[in-house]
């Protein structure tokens, strides 16, 4: 016997025009447990939040670190639709760290490039280092990084941060130049959004029920507070007052 195919039948368009003809009920059964199976992986991420955080004269505030952290657990808890990076790139550029605030993921690469054509150092905190090329010290790292020739690739050096929360925000520093400064933020949760100008952050593929929000600035001198909330399929709204006052930072 000489076989030709060994190709499905279920496959094949006449099986199936036949078999829903002669089994309708098999069919209904299964688009019930299709439309269930929809609706319950639209269930997982039904809740959106905008929070709006404010200075202490009620300006909106930029660089405020919004981190979510929903009860939920395992499959109820689904995955954040933009988490934090696990790279990212600082330069300094008229003797500044920019951007000021850069908010990644544990275990995130972060790249610090010298665009400047004079020497920088790049200080970093103790909290979240765990490798600095070859050096690394208990006491936190500082590296001297040359200033860019023209005509030549800037000089950079990249460290690997992993310790989360609000003592993992690493304090950059420059041992040349007091004036500047910058935070890297290691958040514990992959719902983590820095303000812009307008001091508002907003998400929208958080799961429904009880949450935690915290909201980190670098001026703050006492660790943020934890703020529970529920989490719905309504647009949740929650405003934040801050007891600070930003810097004017150099143009």
């Given at each position: 016997m000489?076989i030709t195919?060994?190709?499905?039948?279920?496959a094949e368009?006449?099986?199936h025009t036949?078999?829903?003809?002669?089994?309708?009920?098999?069919?209904?059964?299964i688009a019930?447990v299709?439309?269930?199976?929809?609706a319950?992986a639209?269930a997982?991420h039904?809740?959106?939040?905008?929070v709006?955080?404010?200075?202490?004269?009620?300006k909106?505030?930029?660089?405020?670190?919004?981190?979510?952290?929903?009860a939920a657990t395992g499959?109820?808890?689904g995955?954040?639709?933009?988490p934090?990076?696990?790279?990212?790139?600082?330069?300094q550029?008229k003797?500044?760290?920019?951007?000021?605030?850069?908010?990644?993921?544990?275990?995130?690469?972060?790249?610090?490039v010298?665009s400047?054509?004079?020497?920088?150092h790049?200080r970093l905190?103790?909290p979240?280092?765990?490798?600095f090329g070859t050096?690394?010290?208990p006491?936190?790292i500082a590296?001297?990084m040359?200033g860019?020739?023209?005509?030549k690739p800037?000089?950079?050096?990249?460290v690997?941060l992993d310790?989360?929360?609000?003592l993992g925000?690493?304090?950059?520093?420059?041992?040349?130049?007091g004036?500047?400064?910058?935070?890297?933020?290691?958040?514990?949760?992959?719902?983590?959004?820095?303000?812009g100008?307008d001091?508002?952050?907003?998400?929208d593929?958080?799961?429904?029920?009880?949450?935690t929000?915290?909201?980190w600035?670098p001026?703050?001198?006492?660790?943020?507070?934890?703020q529970p909330?529920t989490?719905g399929?309504a647009?949740?709204?929650?405003?934040v007052?801050l007891d600070?006052?930003?810097r004017r930072r150099?143009n």
């Amino acid at each position: 016997m000489k076989i030709t195919s060994c190709a499905n039948p279920l496959a094949e368009p006449r099986f199936h025009t036949t078999f829903r003809r002669t089994q309708p009920h098999f069919y209904r059964r299964i688009a019930a447990v299709a439309c269930l199976w929809l609706a319950h992986a639209a269930a997982i991420h039904a809740a959106s939040l905008q929070v709006t955080v404010v200075d202490r004269e009620g300006k909106p505030l930029a660089d405020a670190v919004v981190i979510v952290v929903p009860a939920a657990t395992g499959a109820a808890r689904g995955a954040a639709k933009s988490p934090p990076p696990m790279q990212a790139t600082i330069n300094q550029e008229k003797m500044q760290f920019v951007p000021a605030v850069t908010v990644v993921a544990p275990g995130a690469k972060v790249r610090f490039v010298n665009s400047d054509a004079w020497d920088h150092h790049v200080r970093l905190s103790a909290p979240g280092l765990t490798n600095f090329g070859t050096a690394a010290a208990p006491e936190g790292i500082a590296m001297r990084m040359e200033g860019k020739t023209e005509g030549k690739p800037a000089k950079s050096v990249e460290v690997t941060l992993d310790k989360a929360g609000p003592l993992g925000a690493n304090l950059l520093g420059c041992y040349i130049h007091g004036s500047m400064s910058g935070h890297v933020y290691v958040a514990d949760s992959p719902w983590a959004l820095k303000t812009g100008a307008d001091g508002a952050v907003a998400m929208d593929d958080l799961p429904d029920g009880a949450a935690t929000v915290q909201v980190w600035h670098p001026l703050l001198t006492v660790p943020p507070k934890l703020q529970p909330t529920t989490l719905g399929a309504a647009l949740g709204k929650l405003n934040v007052q801050l007891d600070v006052v930003p810097r004017r930072r150099r143009n």
